[in-house]
């Protein structure tokens, strides 16, 4: 049974930083593509970042919402079975629950919609006050 924990979630002020974790228990995690999605009170969920399995050869390929690109990075710890997503110049407007969603990958395609996604986290809440 796929688990997945967030941590990190809380309330910043409007250009802080915060550290989201999302702990996974999955067979191979390197096989997994993880991302994170984020819902806001009256809208619908939205990507915000994504890592692909991991490639022998390649590594990970990631890629970002336009909206969070250059201010949010994505990275995964294959060893540690966790993949993190550090926010920085945090804004109002980020305010959401954030989700962790992993799906098993046969490539290192990066996928963006949440079907994609076969397992959820229960989501962390995010508040940037102005």
């Known amino acids: 049974q796929v688990q997945l924990v967030e941590s990190g979630g809380g309330l910043v002020q409007a250009g802080g930083s915060l550290r989201l974790s999302c702990a996974a228990s999955?067979?191979?995690?390197?096989?997994?593509?993880m991302g994170w999605f984020r819902q806001a009170p009256g809208k619908e969920r939205e990507f915000v970042a994504t890592?692909?399995?991991?490639?022998?050869?390649?590594?990970?390929?990631?890629s970002y919402a336009d909206s969070v690109k250059g201010r949010f990075t994505i990275s995964r710890d294959n060893s540690k079975n966790t993949v993190n997503l550090q926010m920085n110049s945090l804004k109002p407007e980020d305010t959401a629950v954030y989700y962790c969603?992993?799906?098993?990958?046969?490539?290192?395609?990066?996928?963006?919609?949440?079907?994609?996604?076969?397992?959820w986290g229960q989501g962390t809440q995010v508040t940037v006050s102005s």
């Open positions: 999955v067979g191979t995690f390197s096989n997994y593509r």
């Open positions: 890592t692909s399995r991991t490639s022998i050869w390649s590594g990970s390929v990631t």
């Open positions: 969603a992993a799906g098993y990958s046969k490539d290192t395609r990066v996928a963006l919609m949440a079907s994609e996604y076969d397992y």
